[in-house]
């Protein structure tokens, strides 16, 4: 491959991480080669899950970031001449860039909704197997339990001797195992999922009414209970509700401990806040934290993210955060004392193409052009802000998409509204017009 191509490539390689989100572009985009430009035909190559995979969902994608760098159309082919220099695991990381290392059991803060929970997590995290097996932790999204499977996996790859372990979402168990059958490797992918001491799977709602990727978590979870392997998996109800899986699986999930994590409670959400402050370095007065505390009462997340938009309109009018500033924040984005409902995520998809005028066909659509897809990422962070739904439900909602995709829009609208008056005022107006059409 000539040196220009080369640096096309690593261009388009970019475009596509933004395209689709760090944790997909990591697990099914970052392995692909590039072999070299055949005419007006990109030659790609990569292990065998990877290139079925890529070539089954990300043609598109791959010839729409090509087409952007390149500045003409090309098509995408896979070959399968074998590389030894990828002969790196394809959909399989290091466990240390899976886990997220700020999310440790020193940042969890303990209140009465939450107190089993972190014990039994803590417990299993020191002595795997020994303590519950499996460990079946539920709640609604936002109240911390992906926190507590990211501690458990950063405590056992400090302090574990060696075990070896693997996180995972279940619609990352689904995807890799979908791959691996359209690249007849399901052997790579069991000795991935099942020669392991600790397997850590988040969201497992997401296996309802998915017959295949069911039946594979049934029959790993049985050889990993066998083997004296632990599990720990999370859910937003507990197993008797997922009404889409099967008893069997049910039954295995319900067999060891299953503890809930509810909404917190004053004096957590206050202490949340305290710590989250402590670890970002902001200089917020105890009026504005009390403030956003006694306001906002519906989960972590929400609750985080109210301090973010404090801090951003602090720092964007240069004033402190005082306990009148942060009141005028939640007055600013619709909260307020009183219960509000929470808001539908078309709701806000309609607020959101009113403001930026844009047909809701436009909003959902794969355009890569600025400002359709500056006011996509807004309606994910509102959605992923304004509601209780999972990233991979909320992901669903915008065509399909991947809930990394969703995760990136939030993070980046969340930096943005830090430095960008125009951005932040483009929040405020949206969410308003949310919280207007609702009943107080």
């Known amino acids: 491959m000539t040196a220009n191509l080369d640096r096309s490539w690593q261009q388009i390689r970019v475009v596509l991480r933004d395209a689709v989100g760090d944790r997909t572009f990591e ?110 932790i539920y709640g ?104 889409g899986v099967e008893s069997r699986l049910r039954e295995r999930f319900a067999a060891g401990l299953v503890t809930d994590i509810s909404s917190p409670d004053f004096m957590t959400r206050l202490a949340i806040l305290r710590k989250r402050a402590a670890f970002d370095g902001v200089p917020a007065t105890d009026e504005a934290l009390d403030a956003i505390a006694r306001t906002v009462t519906t989960n972590v997340r929400t609750l985080e993210g109210a301090l973010v938009r404090a801090v951003a309109l602090a720092s964007l009018e240069r004033r402190p955060l005082t306990g009148a500033l942060a009141k005028e924040s939640l007055m600013r984005y619709g909260l307020s004392a009183h219960t509000m409902p929470a808001p539908t995520i078309s709701a806000i998809q309609a607020a959101t193409c009113v403001h930026f005028h844009l047909s809701e066909g436009q909003l959902l659509s794969r355009s890569r052009q600025a400002s359709i897809t500056w006011a996509r990422h807004v309606a994910m962070y509102l959605a992923r802000e304004l509601t209780d739904h999972s990233l991979p439900h909320i992901a669903r909602e915008f065509a399909g998409r991947d809930h990394t995709t969703v995760l990136h829009a939030w993070r980046k609208v969340a930096s943005d509204i830090r430095t960008s008056r125009i951005a932040l005022e483009d929040i405020e107006a949206i969410t308003a017009a949310v919280h207007a059409t609702l009943d107080p």
Not at 86 to 95: G, N, Q, R, V, Y
Request: proline share 6%.
């Open 27 to 136: 697990l099914w985009l970052a392995p692909l080669r590039c072999l070299g430009l055949d005419g007006e035909t990109l030659v790609l190559d990569g292990p065998p899950e990877v290139a079925a995979w890529a070539r089954a969902r990300y043609v598109a994608a791959l010839r729409a970031a090509a087409a952007t760098v390149l500045n003409h159309d090309v098509a995408v082919s896979f070959t399968n001449e074998p590389q030894r220099e990828l002969s790196a695991t394809p959909f399989d990381p290091p466990a240390r860039d899976a886990l997220n290392p700020k999310y440790t059991f020193e940042q969890f803060v303990i209140g009465a909704s939450n107190r089993l929970a972190h014990a039994a997590a803590l417990a299993v995290a020191e002595t795997p197997t020994q303590a519950y097996n499996p460990l079946f």
């Open 140 to 243: 609604p999204p936002g109240l911390g339990k992906t926190h507590l499977l990211h501690a458990i996996g950063n405590y056992i790859r400090s302090f574990g001797g060696g075990l070896t372990l693997r996180y995972a979402t279940a619609e990352e168990f689904t995807n890799a195992f979908l791959a691996s059958l359209l690249a007849h490797s399901t052997n790579s992918f069991k000795a991935r999922f099942r020669a392991v001491d600790v397997l850590l799977i988040d969201d497992v709602q997401f296996f309802e009414r998915k017959a295949r990727s069911e039946e594979e978590m049934f029959h790993t979870f049985n050889t990993l209970y066998e083997a004296g392997s632990q599990l720990v998996v999370t859910c937003d109800r507990v197993p008797s509700r997922l009404d």
